[in-house]
């Protein structure tokens, strides 16, 4: 991508790109990819994205449909070129058409995100908690263990209903071929589970051990048009036995019988709780963390420009409908819940503040301190951002997607934020005295999500960069 920046006024950095044919096809993938994923459209081999999507969602221009997100998918290559940071993302305005094989040309009005001092860079003095270790985790975790590892055994004899477990021989039939994965001579079957479809509970609602019974229920078996369809299946069944549930006790002789890597139940619980405890103690240090940042946040100067506020909020509001969208909470049932248009509107609003303050201080920290990046600082980053991931391979995909900038942000802030705790004065609380009758653990505190990452980069002279 070729880019040439120019500067304007108040910081505002004016970038003419212009995409090569490879890489608007490659946003046009990356775009097309995303939107069938959101839209439950799955991969199958042989078969493209567009075919996929012409089938079952009746979309015969998907990249019309996905151009607006293609576009915003070359917005963060071009502001990578220049290794500019922006206050806030900026939209792309389109200079030519935007079409598949052919170049593309787009400009970007960035704001710079400018940078602020502090008052003071002295270490900064906290009072915090201390350190209690909650042992709830691990009486949770030896419960499900034991639910885990339920068995059953034969109980009275009486008619089937719904929630019995009983012991079962099966044959099934697929147009008089046998289904080997559903033939079975003993098998615990357990009735309203979903582990069979509605019909075949039905068919077994009422009969007693001893007794065959013959009768076809409709599976999801088939395909026609990419639809999923009901199939007739024909099966013999015998009931041989009422069962009951038992749930295990977790003692030494079960854990020597069931998990041999440990001799004892208290073998066990030792290793949870060396497991726990290393979660608890690293949430317990994002806490003491963010105490440090807080109060380094005091000694915040400068006015940050409306267009930030207005965009960070904008940000974050926007995330936050896509949550609220996966977990089936409309907006206006969240705002309501949260005190109305009003004081919703105020929190929304402290709540970009902190965000920005956070981050801005983090960015003076950095900078006064001369700071350096290293690879690990930018693993570590990826692990904060997904603890379940793979470091090396997401900081692989964000350098490729452009936002590599964005990474270093995160990374710059990250090393900025453990550098003020480290060398913050702490001092902690007494813990509270524990009532004779029912003495009882101080609550360890919750790590809070650490600010959105910016650094600010100085802006260059006019220049021009070609892949």
């Not at 012409?54 to 221009?61: K, L, R, T, Y």
């Not at 440090?292 to 946040?297: D, E, I, P, R, S």
């Amino acid at each position: 991508m070729k880019v040439t920046e120019k500067k304007l006024a108040d910081g505002v950095i004016k970038l003419d790109c212009e995409a090569t044919a490879i890489e608007v096809n490659n946003a046009l993938k990356e775009a097309g990819e995303a939107f069938a994923l959101s839209m439950g459209v799955r991969p199958q081999p042989g078969k493209t994205i567009e075919q996929l999507c012409q089938e079952q969602m009746g979309i015969a221009d998907l990249d019309k449909i996905v151009e607006t997100s293609a576009i915003e998918v070359l917005v963060p290559r071009a502001l990578d070129r220049r290794n500019l940071v922006p206050a806030f993302p900026p939209k792309a305005t389109p200079a030519t058409k935007f079409e598949r094989g052919k170049k593309f040309s787009f400009t970007l009005s960035v704001t710079v995100k400018p940078t602020y001092e502090l008052s003071s860079y002295d270490p900064v003095e906290v009072t915090v908690q201390p350190f209690a270790f909650d042992e709830s985790p691990i009486n949770q975790q030896l419960e499900e263990i034991a639910k885990n590892s339920v068995t059953y055994v034969a109980a009275d004899a009486k008619p089937l209903t719904a929630g019995d477990a009983c012991s079962i021989a099966m044959k099934c039939f697929d147009d008089g071929e046998e289904i080997k994965a559903l033939t079975c001579e003993d098998r615990t079957y357990l009735m309203g589970r979903g582990f069979m479809p509605d019909g075949f509970d039905e068919a077994l609602m009422g009969m007693e051990p001893g007794q065959t019974k013959e009768f076809t229920f409709e599976a999801p078996l088939g395909t026609e048009n990419g639809e999923v369809v009901n199939r007739p299946i024909s099966c013999t069944v015998t009931v041989k036995d009422i069962q009951q549930e038992v749930v295990p006790v977790i003692d030494d002789a079960w854990v020597k019988a069931n998990m041999p890597m440990f001799p004892t139940k208290e073998a066990l619980v030792a290793d949870m709780r060396r497991v726990f405890e290393a979660q608890q103690r690293e949430a317990y240090e994002g806490y003491v963390q963010q105490m440090c940042v807080g109060q380094l946040t005091r000694r915040f100067e400068g006015r940050i420009a409306d267009e930030i506020y207005e965009a960070t909020r904008d940000h974050l509001m926007q995330n936050l409908r896509a949550e609220l969208s996966q977990a089936g909470m409309t907006w206006e049932q969240f705002v309501a819940a949260n005190g109305g248009e009003q004081q919703f509107g105020m929190m929304l609003m402290m709540q970009t503040r902190e965000v920005l303050v956070q981050g801005f201080c983090l960015d003076a920290v950095y900078r006064h301190e001369r700071m350096t990046l290293t690879d690990k600082d930018l693993e570590d980053a990826c692990y904060g951002m997904n603890p379940q991931g793979n470091p090396k391979a997401m900081r692989e995909d964000l350098e490729a997607s452009g936002r590599g900038f964005a990474l270093r942000e995160t990374a710059e802030r990250l090393k900025a934020a453990r550098f003020v705790a480290a060398n913050a004065k702490i001092t902690v609380a007494e813990a509270p005295a524990a009532p004779a009758a029912a003495p009882a653990a101080v609550e360890t505190p919750a790590a809070e999500p650490a600010p959105e990452a910016a650094v600010e980069k100085p802006a260059a002279d006019a220049k021009t960069d070609e892949n």
